[in-house]
Structures are given as C-alpha cells and as structure tokens.
C-alpha cells in the first residue's frame, strides 16, 4: 500500500516521505480500514508516541496521521461492534502506525459509525478537534450554560469547535486569535473576539473557563481572568499557571464512541460547522503539509478519490 513515513524527528514534516509499505493486520480486537480520507495535526511530530512503541523502543519508520473515515475491510479475532463493509471515522492509537495511507489496523472502540450522508473528508476533519473540544468543555471543564468561555484560537481547528459546542451549550464566548481571524471567530459564534497582538487580554474581565491552545505568556494572562471555581483547560500540555482560586487541568483527547456519534449528529443537523482548509490527495500530501501560506482551517487528505 501507498504511506507517508517519518524517520527524522529533526526534519518535522519536510521529511515526510511516500513510500510503499505491506499493508497491516488485524490483531485481536482490531479493524483494518480502508482508508477513504485521513486528517493530521503537525505537532505529532513532537510527540514521543510518533516516534517510539510504549516500551520507548525506536518504532520509525512510522506513518503518521491519526485521524481517518473509511470503511473496514477485515476484523480481528475477538472483534465486535463493528463489520466489514461499514463506513466509519475515529481516532487512531499515538503509538501504532497512523492513517496517512491506504489501509490501518486499529481498535475497533476507536471508531464510530459515520453515517452514510456524511462525506469521508468532513468525517476525517471532525475526531480530534470535536473530541479535544467535547472533552475539555464538558468533561473536564464541566461548562453550565450561563458560563462565559475564553476560547483562544477560535478560528483555529479545535477553536472553533470549542466555540460552536460551548455556544449551544449556553455559554457567552470570547474568541481570540489574529486580527485576521476576527470575523471566522464571530462567524464560527463568538459573541465577542480579542485580536491577541493589538487588543489588551485584560479588558476582557472575568470568565469561568479558559480554553487554551496557544500556552506561555498568554495562558498565564488567562489564568489571572478566572473567577472563583472557574477552571483553565489547557490542551498544549500541563498548565504553566493556576487561577488563583479555581482548577487548572490539561488532557490529551481520547477517543470516544458515544461522543463521535454527538459531534457528527451536530454535523448531520447543521449544528456544528465543519473547519476544513487544504484537501490534497496522498501524493501531494507532504506539499500539503508543508504549505507556502498560512493554513486556515484543517488539512485533511483524500487518500482515495
Ligand atoms: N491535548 C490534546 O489532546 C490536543 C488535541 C488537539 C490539538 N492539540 C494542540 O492544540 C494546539 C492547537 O491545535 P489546532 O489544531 O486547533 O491548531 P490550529 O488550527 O493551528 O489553531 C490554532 C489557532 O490559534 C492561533 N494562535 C496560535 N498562537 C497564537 C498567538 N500567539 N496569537 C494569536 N493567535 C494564535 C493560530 O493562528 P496562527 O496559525 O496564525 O498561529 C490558529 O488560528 C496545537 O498545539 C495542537 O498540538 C492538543
């Protein structure tokens, strides 16, 4: 099979590279996909889990790519909940090889069904920013309606899920991001949006929950914004600050049947708008990855037509 490879840690995404690779099996509990569309975040290519199995043993060369939509071809001994010929998206495990290619063996508990009106390419962009979103506001930030939310990043891919899911929730939103992004913000649903290079953080006054995706100098800002009880969540690893009366926690996403099938529901019924950028095919995809402008919304790649 066609698979994007990584062995340089220090090339980051310049020294991705296409290559055949022998198509993988299903182990027990697994699903092998055929994978119509996959999606990709470049700061994998920081994490160990890129790079080494959970034994920290050297696992290169490994495909990156943990988002995928496809259909599943071959189950595992032991595999349930899933069968062959069935359309599905989810999220891959960080330490096997990823869905920058033609075929995965993956967890069946990773994957949810996705409905057949819902194209593969919107179905590889939702997994990790609907989830990250999902997961921070509601499980570990526990967001009431009524609350108000600094989403840094609003435009960005998990920004503006956090802002589209924390506004039906009942939650007043400041987005924040680059002058640029002002009106993706308020159309994605922020009420209110601070342009972090020319607006003053501080006049946003108090808030009950602080998404961060952006971290240092701007996240300790944030903290000092917390009221009482309220809580920052950080996805760019473990808080640099605490709110002086309130939590501060950080996670990595997960995957999640049951909140798959929420995020694409939402997708279904026009609650939630997707944040696609680039669609490239899988030869053009370390181009893709590697772009001459700034990216605006999620790459995602259409590894069959
Ligand atoms: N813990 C987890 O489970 C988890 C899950 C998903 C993502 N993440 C991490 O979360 C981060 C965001 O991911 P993403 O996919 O949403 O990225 P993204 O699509 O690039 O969105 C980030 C947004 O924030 C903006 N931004 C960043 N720094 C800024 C600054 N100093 N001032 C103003 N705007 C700034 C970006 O603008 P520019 O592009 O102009 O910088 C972009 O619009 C990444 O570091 C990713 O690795 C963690």
Redesign the pocket.
């Known amino acids: 099979m066609k698979a994007i490879v990584v062995t340089d840690q220090a090339a980051g995404t310049a020294g991705m590279k296409l290559v055949e690779r022998p198509e993988p099996q299903a182990a027990i509990n697994d699903v092998v996909v055929q994978i119509h569309a996959s999606g990709f ?1 470049p ?1 994998e290519l920081a994490w160990p889990s890129t790079w080494t199995d959970r034994l920290d043993r050297d696992r290169t060369p490994s495909i990156p790519g943990h988002e995928l939509a496809g259909v599943v071809t071959a189950l595992g001994y032991g595999t349930t909940g899933l069968s062959v010929g069935q359309r599905v998206f989810g999220l891959a495990d960080w330490h096997r090889d990823g869905t920058l290619a033609e075929y995965v063996a993956i967890e069946a508990r990773n994957l949810a069904p996705l409905p057949g009106d819902v194209d593969f390419t919107v179905g590889a962009s939702l997994p ?2 609907g989830l ?1 979103a999902w997961q921070g506001l509601f499980e570990h930030g526990r967001l009431q309606a009524g609350q108000s939310v600094l989403v ?2 609003a ?5 503006s899920m956090v802002t589209q899911l924390a506004r039906e929730a009942g939650a007043y939103i400041i987005g ?3 002058a640029a ?1 002002r009106q993706k913000a308020l159309d994605f649903g922020a009420q209110e949006f601070v342009d ?2 020319n607006d003053a953080l501080e006049d946003v006054g108090g808030v009950d929950l602080v998404f961060d ?2 971290g240092g100098d ?1 996240q300790k800002r944030s903290a000092g914004l917390i009221r009482v009880g309220g809580t920052l969540v950080s ?2 690893g473990p808080a640099e600050a605490r709110p002086a009366d309130g939590l501060a926690v950080d ?3 997960e995957s999640d049947r049951a909140q798959l099938s929420e995020i694409v529901q939402r997708v279904r019924d026009g609650r939630l708008r997707t944040n696609i950028g680039i669609v490239s095919t899988l030869d053009d995809a370390v181009a893709a990855f590697n772009p001459t402008e ?2 605006n919304g ?1 790459t995602v790649i259409r590894v069959r037509p």
């Open positions: 975040v700061t990790i920013s990250t840094h990043g435009a960005g891919a998990v920004g924040t991001g680059r992004d972090l290079d995706v952006i701007i996805i760019v996670f990595v996403v700034r990216r999620k």
